[in-house]
Every structure is written in structure tokens, then in C-alpha cells.
């Protein structure tokens, strides 16, 4: 069973930073990645980045996210920088293995940018 664990979220400013984390027990993933919900909205893809380092972004947080991830720790991080209200959401953390097709999801963790 893999469980993740997240930090980082909170309450910031427009043009703020936030740095969350994301440690995964156990196996180290093919994917590991970042979503989000806006409250009565669909959960979105923020960012992702494969074991070979190769990340993806939604267009809406290019240029201002950056993901990376740490083997040794099996963790992934994801900095925000120049945050917007609409970036307000609960952020989960997504663990995928390509070898069994299973994802694993973090309990969330909110982030709340003020105008």
C-alpha cells in the first residue's frame, strides 16, 4: 500500500509563493504529480514529471510552477510562484504505477491566494 503524504499549502497574496511537498511510501512511482479542485469545479492536472524528469504543465500555471521530484526521498515538490486567486484549490498529490495501472492520491492540502 502506498500512502502519501503532503505539506505546504496555506494562505498567501496575489504574486506570492508557496512550496508544497509531497513524500510517497514504499515503491517509487512511474508518475508522480500534482492536481487540483476549485471548489464546484472538476478535479485538473497542475503538473506532472515522470522518473526520468520529464514534466508536463497545465498552460495555465506555465512559466509560474515548477515540479521536480526527488528519487532518493521519493518525494515531489512543486513551487508556485507569482500565484493568482484562481489558482485558489485543494492541491492533491498523485502517485502512478505504470506496472500495476494504479493511482494513488494524497488527502489534499488547501491553498488560498487573497487578492
Known amino acids: 500500500q502506498v500512502q502519501l503524504v503532503e505539506s505546504g499549502g496555506g494562505l498567501v497574496q496575489t504574486g506570492g509563493s508557496l512550496r508544497l511537498s509531497c513524500a510517497a511510501s514504499?515503491?517509487?512511482?512511474?508518475?508522480m504529480g500534482w492536481y487540483r479542485q476549485a471548489p464546484g469545479k472538476q478535479r485538473e492536472l497542475v503538473a506532472t514529471?515522470?522518473?526520468?524528469?520529464?514534466?508536463n504543465y497545465a498552460d495555465s500555471v506555465k512559466g509560474r510552477f515548477t515540479i521536480s521530484r526527488d528519487n532518493a526521498k521519493n518525494t515531489v515538490y512543486l513551487q508556485m510562484n507569482g500565484l493568482k486567486v484562481e489558482d485558489t484549490a485543494i492541491y492533491y498529490c498523485?502517485?502512478?504505477?505504470?506496472?500495476?495501472?494504479?493511482?494513488?492520491w494524497g488527502q489534499g492540502t488547501q491553498v488560498t491566494v487573497s487578492s
Open positions: 498523485n502517485a502512478y504505477f505504470f506496472d500495476i495501472g494504479r493511482n494513488y
Open positions: 514529471i515522470i522518473s526520468g524528469g520529464h514534466t
Open positions: 514504499g515503491r517509487i512511482p512511474h508518475s
